[in-house]
C-alpha cells in the first residue's frame, strides 16, 4: 500500500521560505489528483496547492507566494513557499486521489513567527 510521508516543516521567519516535500512509496504522482492541504486547529482543512496533469490551482491566500510542483522519477511532491506570513502556519499535508481512493500524508508543521 501506497503511503506519503511529508517532511520539510518548521519555524521560520514571516518573509521567509521553507520547501515542504511529500515522499510516496510508489509511483503515484504520475497520473491522477495531488496537493497540499492545511488545517488548523478548531477549522477545517483547506486546499493550498492543487495538481492534476499538467495544471495548478492555489487558493487565492498563496497565489504568487506557494508553488507545487513534482517529480515523478524520484516519486516526490513537493510545495515551495516564498513569502511566508504568521496566518501560513498550519499542518500541512500531501494528499493522493485516483478514483475513488485517496492518501493522505501523517502533515508536517509550519510555524511561520512574526
Known amino acids: 500500500q501506497v503511503q506519503l510521508v511529508e517532511s520539510g516543516g518548521g519555524l521560520v521567519q514571516a518573509g521567509g521560505s521553507l520547501k515542504l516535500s511529500c515522499a510516496a512509496s510508489g509511483s503515484i504522482f504520475s497520473s491522477g489528483y495531488m496537493g497540499w492541504y492545511r488545517q488548523t486547529p478548531g477549522k477545517q482543512r483547506e486546499a493550498v496547492a492543487l495538481?492534476?496533469?499538467?495544471?495548478?490551482n492555489y487558493a487565492d491566500s498563496v497565489k504568487g507566494r506557494f508553488t507545487i510542483s513534482r517529480d515523478n522519477a524520484k516519486n516526490m511532491l513537493y510545495l515551495q513557499m516564498n513569502s511566508l506570513k504568521p496566518e501560513d502556519t498550519a499542518v500541512y499535508y500531501c494528499?493522493?486521489?485516483?478514483?475513488?481512493?485517496?492518501?493522505w500524508g501523517q502533515g508536517t508543521q509550519v510555524t511561520v513567527s512574526s
Open positions: 494528499s493522493h486521489r485516483a478514483g475513488v481512493t485517496v492518501k
Open positions: 495538481m492534476y496533469g499538467g495544471v495548478t
